[in-house]
């Protein structure tokens, strides 16, 4: 049997990070299987869908690099599908008509709390009988699903072992509005059989209607699928995460600068362990993942740990990767990188010192943009009368060179300090201040190399008018 797996959510809003890990395990057990993964848009609540969370959640999916062997299936273009199954039902007298008005259901609830019982449709409660009996063909009714009274419903999750729910527990849920739509319970349980869905893994808040559509299964008399339900995810606060936390929605995570590879190893510990492992190449996640290795109890989020994986992944991923997702934050600053060294050895040269792309677009700008002003402070501190002969000097050996290597601009800098009898600081930071504008960077004849034998010429000239001008005015 080919595993498949599915996520399936309810386009009311983005693709936030619990959404995302359920996304992730069930790819990542679809591919640890050799299986399939299924995208399915669950649109049916009309009036809190829209497109553009839609094409949020397809986005993020993507940007995750989740993708899906079928679909994005959508529940609004299956309701012809849903309503032959309640016909079905129907027919075989397992889902039934039922009347009773609105406001009778809310005089029979009443009397249940005030009797201190269980409030609940009761099929059998005199009143709601009689409304039904009274009833003409045609009058506005929903379809309930008859739901076995006697015995339980039990089934092994994946997670959290054994559970066992009394039917008595559970009323005929209704499976269709009056207005003619199928609720979601039923369309999830036609949907998932349909597909071919063998492991249905999702958010413990659905752990209450998994009895109910395991009924609603064996009522259609088709195989029910293996369950897992994922525990919370909680802020750092120990509290529910939710949009206090800072960000939720996936793309929020790409717009700070993290690589979805390291969101996605950061997900994918965040509740699952293959024993104190934290560093997890896409292959290894793929060939270690199991359900039964996923906790039963709440994981909390942690920004220092996303952090500290980003800059992992930042350092050791191939630079074409980083720089691929790199582009959409050049985008955003305005930097264009084709007259300028290859953004990937600038990546290899500063991807180390940062653990966001945030931070590493904010300091590779001196690559490729031009500067009409030092930072007032590095100026201020390092460009300086003392500097003037040791940069004239530093000049003169550059514009000389004839092979523009990092080597051969290591030793411009030696022979600067051996000249002129100074320390490697007394060259350096006027140097670093004067290439790049500001007081820090990756060691300067590294930077000075990509930078480039022109921009470097021109901009050691611009230091020395701008500490000439300084004395002048001093
Ligand atoms: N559409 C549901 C949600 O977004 C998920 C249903 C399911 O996974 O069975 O919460």
Known sequence: MTVKTRFAPSPTGYLHVGGARTALYS????????GEFVLRIEDTDLERNSQEAVDAIIEGMQWLGLEWNEGPYFQTQRFDRYNEMVDKLLAEDKAYKCYASKELLDEVRAEQEANKEMPRYDADHPKIKAANEAAKEGDPCVIRFRNPKEGSVVFEDQIRGRIEISNSQMDDLIIRRTDGSPTYNFCVVVDDWDMGITHVIRGEDHINNTPRQINIYKALGVTVP????????LGDDGAKLSKRHGAVSVMQYRDMGYLPVALNNYLVRLGWSHG?????????MINLFSLNAISKSASAFNTDKLLWLNNHYIKTSD???VAEHLQWHLDQKGIKTENGPAITD???LVGERCNTL???VEQIGYFYQDFDAFDADAAKKHLRGVAKQ???VALAKVEALTEWTTEKLHQVIADVCTELEIGMGKIGMPLRVAVTGGGQSPSVDAVMQLIGKERVVARIKMALAFIAEREANA
């Open 27 to 34: 790819w990542l057990y679809a591919k640890s299987q050799g």
């Open 226 to 233: 293996t369950f897992a339900h994922c525990a919370m995810i």
């Open 276 to 284: 104190d492992q934290e560093i997890f190449s896409q292959e290894e």
């Open 319 to 321: 630079p074409e990767y």
């Open 346 to 348: 600038v990546i290899k």
């Open 358 to 360: 945030v931070e590493l």
């Open 390 to 392: 040791p940069l004239e």
